[in-house]
């Protein structure tokens, strides 16, 4: 379909993801919602994946006073691009607390977006979500030795 394509493409993630990921606010931001989704339950990865699909899919963000898409799922839709940028969908605050509850359609424009004043900001709102995720155990990236720690708290 010309202006709305539900299938993975090259077009996708070349256009949508890629570009994005030399942003290192961005790349941190998405990291943020994988690190979450460690010894996270299968709700708790329900939750995730709206986030995920509110942001790094159909996220948009504000500079300068104006409305920009930056989700890999606008930037390769064309229909989509163009229709985010309309007053018809509802626009919200990026709350992952919010986002997290959302359902979502698949084979449709969305009718509900999120934009976020900043990825160091949608950063920070992410934080706080994903801490606030009761798991078994908690992890942080080290940038240096470029592995994932896992805290004490571990339960055996």
């Known amino acids: 379909m010309p202006l709305y394509t539900p299938e ?4 996708h993630e070349l256009l949508g993801h890629a570009p994005l990921f030399a942003s290192r606010e ?3 931001f998405s990291q943020e919602i994988g690190l979450a989704s460690l010894g996270a339950s299968d709700e708790q990865i329900t ?3 709206r986030c995920y699909w509110f942001s790094v899919e159909f996220g948009l963000c504000e500079q300068d006073g104006k409305r920009k898409a930056y989700g890999a799922g606008l930037l390769s839709s064309f229909g989509e691009l163009e ?3 309309t007053d018809k969908p509802e626009v919200r605050e990026w709350d992952p607390f919010e986002a997290a ?3 979502y359609p698949i084979t449709c424009y969305q009718p509900i977006y ?3 004043k900043s990825f160091a900001d949608a950063k920070k709102k992410m934080v706080e979500f994903s801490n ?3 798991r078994p155990f908690n ?14 708290n571990l339960e055996m």
Do not use: G, N
């Not at 992890?139 to 004490?152: G, H, K, L, N, Q």
């Open 8 to 11: 993975p493409d090259i077009c």
């Open 26 to 28: 961005f790349a941190d």
């Open 47 to 49: 939750q995730l994946v």
């Open 83 to 85: 229709y985010c940028m």
């Open 101 to 103: 509850k959302q359902e």
């Open 114 to 116: 999120y934009s976020a």
């Open 132 to 134: 606030s995720l009761q």
């Open 139 to 152: 992890v942080r990236y080290d940038p240096y030795s470029c592995t994932i720690e896992v805290d004490s």
